[in-house]
């Protein structure tokens, strides 16, 4: 059986803004390092990478990733690279990843998701930084086991319809 397919309105600028800075604020909570919260930011700036390439790009990943690093008072650019590196990664599957279903989505993103965590674990390492240990990395898991939660949430303004009509097939 296959699962019906919706045709989405466009996006609106806004919102999209809106859910980076949403990210943006759940990533600024006082948590820590603590082992399991995943970075909100890369799991939206992935989502978007994948469903609007042409509106949120690597330029904006980069931007995204200073911020993120101006933040966590890392190393200059690491989260820059990490994003940089997530958003190419998303723009170049982004046609093949929009055929699954949500699930199978999630495998096919959890590995771009585990790549973001690991480029600020192993320039940390390469800086001299005390090993943080292997919980550091399911961060990425995480994440993706949010995949789905994060696209049906962001997904829900472009599938109602801009006018109702209940004669209307689509």
Same mark, same amino acid.
């Given at each position: 059986?296959?699962?019906?397919? %919706?045709?989405? +309105?466009?996006?609106?600028?806004?919102?999209?803004?809106?859910?980076? &800075?949403? &990210?943006?604020?759940?990533?600024?909570?006082?948590?820590?390092?603590?082992?399991?919260? !995943?970075?909100?930011?890369?799991?939206? @700036? =992935?989502?978007?990478?994948?469903?609007?390439?042409?509106?949120?790009?690597?330029?904006?990943?980069?931007?995204?990733?200073?911020?993120?690093?101006?933040?966590?008072?890392? /190393?200059?650019?690491?989260?820059?690279? &990490? %994003?940089?590196? +997530?958003?190419?990664? &998303?723009?170049?599957?982004?046609?093949?990843? /929009?055929?699954?279903? @949500?699930?199978?989505?999630?495998?096919?993103?959890?590995?771009?998701?585990?790549?973001?965590?690991?480029? !600020?674990?192993?320039?940390?390492?390469?800086?001299?930084?005390?090993?943080?240990? #292997?919980?550091? =990395?399911?961060?990425?898991?995480?994440?993706?086991?949010? #995949?789905?939660?994060?696209?049906?949430?962001?997904?829900?303004?472009?599938?109602?319809?801009?006018?109702?009509?209940?004669?209307?097939?689509?």
């Amino acid at each position: 059986m296959s699962r019906p397919q %919706y045709i989405l +309105l466009p996006v609106n600028p806004s919102f999209i803004a809106f859910s980076i &800075a949403a &990210a943006f604020v759940l990533n600024f909570l006082p948590w820590g390092r603590t082992v399991g919260i !995943p970075d909100f930011v890369a799991l939206v @700036l =992935l989502f978007w990478n994948i469903h609007q390439p042409r509106k949120v790009g690597m330029g904006i990943a980069f931007v995204l990733g200073i911020l993120m690093d101006v933040h966590d008072a890392s /190393l200059f650019g690491e989260h820059a690279l &990490a %994003y940089t590196l +997530l958003s190419y990664g &998303a723009i170049s599957l982004h046609r093949r990843v /929009l055929w699954f279903s @949500l699930p199978v989505q999630a495998l096919h993103v959890m590995p771009l998701l585990v790549l973001a965590q690991l480029v !600020p674990f192993v320039i940390r390492l390469l800086a001299g930084a005390a090993f943080p240990g #292997w919980g550091y =990395l399911v961060d990425g898991f995480v994440e993706a086991i949010l #995949w789905p939660v994060a696209s049906l949430l962001l997904l829900a303004p472009q599938k109602r319809a801009a006018d109702p009509d209940d004669t209307r097939p689509i």
